[in-house]
């Protein structure tokens, strides 16, 4: 299983629109409604309205559709439910109930500040 990078995630929580404001003050910028990202990688985080906060959705990538499948086999060996074609996975994370996607795709580096 060759997971090259993480993509963005979406944080849900009470005030989704407090901790976009704390975000915009911190350096990303606001990319559509309730995205933040940088100007090399647009979408990072999604901020949703939940109870709690949590980590409600991870987006990875993945070198190649072989990788797709093989974690498809291993979730499957590990009794975890999932739906994939030649180059995206989804699934449900059994522990926590979140979101997890994984796309075939090349690592997106980030310009350090």
């Known amino acids: 299983m060759a997971l090259n990078g993480l993509l963005d995630i979406q944080i849900s929580v009470p005030n989704p629109q407090e901790l976009f404001e704390f ?42 559709e072989s990788d797709i499948a093989a974690i498809a086999k291993r979730l499957t060996d590990a009794g975890v439910t999932s739906s994939f074609d030649s180059t995206t996975l989804r699934c449900i994370d059994p522990i926590f109930g979140h979101a997890i996607v994984i796309d075939v795709g090349s690592p997106h580096p980030l310009t350090p500040t």
Do not use: K
């Open 23 to 64: 975000w915009l003050q911190h350096g990303m910028n606001a990319t559509a409604d309730g995205v933040l990202g940088t100007p090399d990688r647009p979408v990072q985080m999604n901020l949703a309205e939940a109870p709690y906060r949590h980590l409600s959705s991870m987006h990875l990538s993945c070198e190649n």
